[in-house]
């Protein structure tokens, strides 16, 4: 992402913060055009570099819009949805809908009848009994992936964990659980067996704990004769949100990958499957950028400075839900003295927080903007309406261009589903 300052103004790619607050409002979520397609090129690169048999798909999740799939589609990347919602959105867009995996913890009948009926190219099964229901459901041949736990524990936070053995994602591969749902798989006549899935968790800095899943997934695959086509190995790719973070190293992390793959195949003598990842964080989060205009500014002498913003926990959640730090700019640059501010939202919760014992202008005051990076990624998709605010608009750039992708929403719009 191109954040930066130019005479003591901060521009994304180029264009002025400060203008494009004028022209659509705040808050504004601001995403840098050419950083989410330079994202997917360098996923393909590493793949493609290895003459690998690949695929990748955007995980919906992180942040859609019918801009964005448009975006994807001309990326190249195929679709992970979990919901109608998300496969509507995909479908209205003009996604091939062979090109988009289910996924999900609990499918509903109502929503695989709607995938079945649409085409998806396959379901990411992720219990028992999805298996049966999916089977009564189809009226026509349906390729599944199994979703498998390998019990890895990685070192995130615990709501963002997802591979270990205690999880409400995905089938044990350690207590049989995932094995009996195989063998009821290939025992219908409308399911296809086409492989497995895991996904270890978000956030993951360094490839280990994915070279470590490798190691126990294969073992499994060839202790119990489970023959895959497809070996998806789900996403969670690290980001810096500060300079803490530490991003995943996507070019030499896939590389030591994709080197212990091969290495297992050969040592297990089966053919190299179809790999899948699934980047969806990785992808958008450092793209993108929320403009804030400053309100009150309340100091408590002695104890602390509350610099209040626009918008708060209904279009920035992490902070409140996993108590995620970001780096929070002013949009103009000052030559005064910083001193420790909280930066907080205007919800009613006192939870309702962007950023604690930030460093900020002495003299920042109402009026003034601020921005936070590294919001591309579960803010505006996780957005809500709680005190009734209005979702943000959300607007793409590149080096020559700006467009609107998502307008902000009306006060007409809150109530437009009210019935009267």
Known sequence: MTLAYINDELHL???SLKGLAAQYGTPLFVYDEDALRSQCRRFHSVFEGEALDYSISYASKAFTSIQMV??????????????????????????????????????????????????????VVDAVDEVALIDRLADHPVDVLLRINPGIDVNTHSYIQTGQEDSKFGLSIHNGTAESAIDMIHKSDKLNFKGVHYHLGSQISEEGPFLKALDVVFEW???????????????????????????????EGFSRIIGKLKTLAAEYDIALPHIMIEPGRSIAAEAGTTIYEVGVVKDIPGVSR????????????????????????TVEAGDGESIDSHVV????????????????????????????????????????????????????VTEDDVREVIRRQSLKQLVQNDVI
């Open 306 to 329: 509350y610099v209040s913003i626009d918008g708060g926990m209904s279009d920035h959640i992490r902070t409140p839900l996993y108590d995620a730090e970001y780096e929070v700019l």
């Open 70 to 123: 448009k975006l994807l589609e001309e990326e190249n990347m195929k679709l992970d949805v979990v919901s109608a919602g998300e496969l509507y959105m995909a479908l209205e867009a003009g996604f091939p809908a062979a090109d988009i995996h289910f996924h999900g913890n609990n499918k509903t009948a109502e929503e695989i009848e709607y995938a079945l009926e649409m085409g998806i190219g396959l379901f």
């Open 345 to 396: 939202g205007k919800l009613c919760e006192s939870g309702d927080i962007i950023g604690k014992n930030l460093s900020l202008p002495d003299d920042i005051s109402r009026g003034d903007l601020v921005a936070v990076a590294t919001t591309g990624a579960y803010h505006y998709s996780m957005a809500s309406n709680y005190n009734q605010m209005r979702k943000p608009a959300v607007v793409f």
């Open 13 to 15: 790619n180029g264009h």
């Open 221 to 251: 695959l060839s202790n119990a004769s489970i023959d895959v086509e497809i070996l998806n190995m789900g996403g969670g790719y690290g980001v810096r949100y500060t300079e803490a973070d530490v991003r995943f190293p996507i070019e």
